[in-house]
């Protein structure tokens, strides 16, 4: 069943768990977008096809706010605004076992992508088929044994905040792929989207749509002590 934490004429937003994936793959598994499609069939009863668009993704092990188009009006304005950073902004919570080398920062780095790894790598200056990647981020709580940090992306690169993190000697709980050193036991990373604000695309109203945290029990007591 699909949780949805928004939802109005032009717009739905839904909180994904992680795990799930955003749009159909070659798994085969049902996507947050089918999801999203039968709870607006059958809550106003719309026969045929319902219309969908989906605007931005986010990795499978991730959680957090989804956001999608309900109509061909609000569709275009959206992918523009995700596409140009414009009027959109995105803010996670990381949970990290090494304590950042400062409370908060700026990180700046360029991104290459290797396709068939599905792996990003980062450098301190350009090199070639790099792109630019910022985020700012800040330690905001605490555990006997993990950091949690909240992030703001500048830019919106492939496994940027996975990669950005791990460059700074912080690898992201659970996250195999950079360097995190076991797994997380649901299969997850310990990376969600919890916040995401933008001024609406019709009604140019400013809107912030978060997400609850995850329910597993480190999650919720990092953020509960901490008044996250």
Known sequence: MVNVIFEDNHLIAVAKKAGDI??????????????AKAYLKEKYHKPGEVFLGVVHRLDRPVSGVVLF???????????KMFAEHQAVRKTYLAIVANRPPEPQGTLTHWLTRNEKQNLARA?????????????DYRLVAQSERYYLVEIELHTGRHHQIRCQLAKMGCPIRGDLKYGAPRSNPDGSISLHAWRLSLEHPVSHVSLTIEAPVPEERLW????????V
């Open 22 to 35: 955003v749009q159909g793959d070659k798994t085969g598994d049902v996507p947050l977008s089918d999801m």
């Open 69 to 79: 188009a309900r109509t061909s009006k609000a569709l275009p304005r959206l992918n």
């Open 220 to 227: 919720q007591e990092i953020t509960a002590a901490n008044n």
């Open 123 to 135: 450098y301190d200056r350009e090199v070639p088929n790099s792109k630019k990647a910022v985020l």
